[in-house]
């Protein structure tokens, strides 16, 4: 671990609408609520878990219950494909 980085650890951290520079998390919540970007720069991670609030928790919410339905589930299915190849999909419908 660099050095140089702020150690955060046992915290519950929003990662949403805030730049997190130089810091090593640890032990922590990290915690994204879909309301505005996420900015990680140069963050080193130990062990930690991902936790949803907010609009991202009813997203995860929603596709959780979609999942299990045979109809939707190739749906789900193409959202993670989405994820593993790095597209967000978020340009593709902007005018």
């Given at each position: ?48 878990h ?46």
């Open positions: 671990m660099n050095d140089k980085r702020e150690r955060i650890q046992y915290q519950r951290v929003i990662l949403d609408e805030k730049e997190h520079k130089d810091k090593h998390f640890d032990e922590c919540e990290l915690v994204i609520t879909g309301k505005g970007p996420i900015r990680l720069i140069n963050c080193s991670f130990g062990s930690n991902l936790g949803f609030d907010g609009p991202a928790a009813r997203v995860i919410d929603a596709l959780t219950g979609m999942y299990v339905e045979p109809t939707f589930k190739p749906f789900v299915e193409a959202v993670f494909d989405q994820i593993r190849s790095g597209y967000s999909g978020v340009t593709k419908w902007e005018k």
